[in-house]
């Protein structure tokens, strides 16, 4: 019995972080944005590339989708609400899934890496589709800038968390 409660408190606990998580993701895509032309840029990515590390690719694509398709929504964006959860949410489990296990930084980079061309070509693509072709270079450009500096944030946080003796659970 011991050993089944231990896990329900540390799926407790994993689901908490990814709660906040998720609200931190939604706060920081709503209030840390720049408009652009066929939306806003926003410095949510690296919270999201964080959870994905930190959480897992499950409970960090969650907050990540959750998190950054409710900024779209209640930010008057809420044609990007759909395209917006799962791209982000995508672009956590493939950070998740890559960075899992592994305590390497340069791993990690290179998860969020990763996880920063699902992005770009998932907006590019739904750009595309929404906005139609001469819309998807500006939007390619803004989000290479978005995303590098979102793993510039990702990889400070993920820094920071080792760092400290109380560090969240992998």
């Not at 759909?82 to 982000?88: A, G, Q, Y």
Request: glycine residues 12%.
């Amino acid at each position: 019995m011991k050993g089944r409660n231990q896990q329900s408190s540390f799926d407790t606990r994993r689901l908490t972080f990814g709660a906040v998580f998720g609200a931190l993701i939604m706060l920081a895509t709503m209030y840390l944005r720049i408009p652009g032309a066929t939306g806003y840029y926003h410095l949510g990515d690296g919270l999201i590339y964080a959870s994905a590390i930190l959480l897992g690719p499950v409970t960090g694509g969650m907050a990540a989708a959750i998190g950054s398709s409710l900024a779209d929504l209640l930010s008057g964006y809420a044609v990007w609400t759909l395209p917006t959860f799962i791209i982000k949410g995508l672009t956590a489990v493939v950070v998740g899934y890559i960075a899992t296990g592994s305590t390497s930084l340069i791993r990690n980079a290179c998860a969020m890496i990763a996880g920063a061309l699902v992005t770009i070509v998932g907006y590019g693509v739904a750009t595309y589709f929404m906005y139609g072709a001469p819309a998807v270079l500006p939007e390619t450009y803004f989000n290479l800038a978005q995303t590098g500096l979102g793993i510039l944030i990702g990889l400070l946080l993920i820094w920071w968390n080792r760092m400290r003796p109380d560090s969240m659970p992998r």
